[in-house]
């Protein structure tokens, strides 16, 4: 028999967990993680972007990078007013003089004031951020993919194997829940005793939502995507975060599949992403038809679908799907039944815009094995085919049933894990928030905390890259 190409799952209890030791290069003290970001070039490059302010309001003190640093190191320190206390201090707040001078000479060093804003400064500017916080966040997306590039992540000229790729070839996504800010979920509510009708403030952002474990969290929802090239805890790119409106049609996964495509378009090397089982056949579908690998789990409710009776003279092969491939239903002499899995020989990707994707199958028989090729992860439209054989027409949901790494395979196995990254990158995010709740009321001040969370965690994973911080040179 041919091997599997995927190989036989490893019993859970015979395989080795993967967790790894915390090493230095995961420690970073809160000084580090502030000179990572005032030495982010990408800081910089947004605060070029912003349109000069309005000529009405208090004349200015700082550029506008001073407030998006202060944006990033409120991520790092969870509140602004913690982030407003560091950065009066001028002994602080020379991380950002150095990166100033770094990145833009020592003439605009001398410019910044001898300490940084207060708490009422920051609120006043912040204003002004969010305004174009999608502006930003529309600039920043090409930035972050440009810093992952120049990390090993997505490389063009590397060999992608479509049947065993890569964690640093892969998107990590997955949606998150984030705590509204208030309890309030109705502007106005009537004291049942005293009559008394209250007014409070409720973010327009946030609805009712289930979680994957099944809790209701009440909260905005947002996706976010990032990949990595090695281990270190801190070395994850975020790559883009998008907001998840109410009743969008498609939900979570459909924000998910336009932010994949978006990133597999702008980077070639991309192969693909790994997300939770809220992606079903028609997410798959439409990233499979992009020409990338979609590496999830297999929605709970997928029972076993008859498929096809395969006849070569003297034999019959009555062919069924389950557990995300094509598997044989053995009859036994006792009346019984079993759904044998086939061996899958190879996994074809094949198109030039429009992609297709196959199984080889090697189907044993005592004749000599059937070499067979079914087409997997998706699902034929009317006109695809000849008539009346598409699977639209047939009622076959292909990308539902039949995955292009199935999931009970030792491929799955080591794969899949790698997608825990981003869980693990909602909890740095959570812990960015004061007690993990938002301060921000409506998408666009949502985003504005997003992206100041996403800048402060790419400036460390870019420090780390380049081998650390200029946080150690002799301030002049
Ligand atoms: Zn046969």
């Not at 087409?375 to 695809?384: A, P, Q």
């Not at 076959?396 to 997608?419: G, K």
Request: with cysteine; proline share 6%; glycine share 8%.
């Amino acid at each position: 028999m041919p091997e599997d190409i995927f190989g036989d799952a490893v019993p859970p209890a015979q395989r080795t967990p993967r967790k790894r030791a915390f090493t230095d290069k995961d420690r970073r003290t809160l000084q580090e993680r502030l000179a990572d970001c005032a030495h982010n070039p990408d800081l910089y490059e947004l605060a070029g972007m912003l349109p000069p302010p309005g000529r009405i309001g208090r004349p200015r003190h700082y550029p506008d990078v001073a407030f998006l640093f202060f944006l990033a190191a409120r991520s790092v320190l969870a509140s602004a007013r913690r982030t407003a206390a560091h950065l009066e201090d001028p002994e602080v707040w020379t991380t950002l003089k150095a990166g100033i001078r770094a990145e833009l000479g020592a003439a605009e060093a001398a410019l910044l004031p001898e300490a940084g804003p207060t708490r009422s400064q920051w609120l006043h500017a912040q204003r002004r951020l969010r305004e174009h916080s999608h502006e930003l966040w529309d600039a920043y997306r090409p930035l972050a993919l440009e810093q992952a590039l120049d990390q090993g992540i997505f490389p063009e000229d590397e060999t992608r194997s479509w049947s065993s790729p890569q964690r640093h070839q892969l998107i990590a996504a997955d949606g998150t829940v984030l705590k509204s800010p208030t309890l309030a979920r109705a502007s106005q509510s009537v004291d049942m005793t005293t009559g008394e009708i209250r007014n409070h403030r409720v973010d327009p952002a946030s609805v009712a939502q289930i979680e994957g474990g099944g809790a209701e969290v009440f909260g905005p929802k947002y996706v976010f995507f990032s990949a990595r090239k090695d281990e270190n805890y801190l070395s994850r790119v975020f790559l883009d975060s998008r907001y998840v409106p109410h009743l969008h049609p498609g939900g979570e996964a459909a924000v998910a599949v336009e932010g994949v495509i978006d990133i597999m378009s702008a980077a070639p090397g991309c192969m693909g992403t790994l997300y939770d089982g809220a992606m079903r056949g028609v997410h798959r579908d439409a990233i499979a038809r992009y020409g990338g690998l979609v590496v999830n789990k297999q929605h709970k409710g997928n029972e076993p679908q008859f498929y096809e009776t395969l006849r070569h003279g003297r034999c019959t092969h009555e062919l069924w799907t389950a557990n995300g491939r094509i598997a044989e239903k053995a009859h036994y002499a006792d009346g019984s039944a079993e759904l044998v899995p086939v061996t899958i020989k190879r996994l074809e990707r094949r198109g030039v815009r429009t992609f297709r994707w196959y199984h080889v199958l090697a189907i044993p028989c005592r004749h000599g094995a059937h070499q067979f090729r079914v087409g997997i992860g998706t699902t034929s439209r009317k006109g695809e085919r000849a008539p009346g054989e598409s699977d639209e027409e047939r009622g076959f949901h292909r990308a539902e049933h039949l995955q292009q790494i199935p999931e009970f395979t030792r491929t799955h196995q080591l794969v899949y894990p790698y997608r825990s990254d981003a869980e693990s990158g909602h909890a740095q995010l959570d812990a960015s928030l004061w007690n993990g709740r938002l301060i921000s009321y409506g998408v666009e001040a949502q985003q504005l905390l997003t992206l100041g969370f996403v800048l402060a965690q790419n400036s460390t994973s870019r420090a780390l890259h380049q081998g650390g911080p200029a946080l150690l040179k002799p301030t002049a």
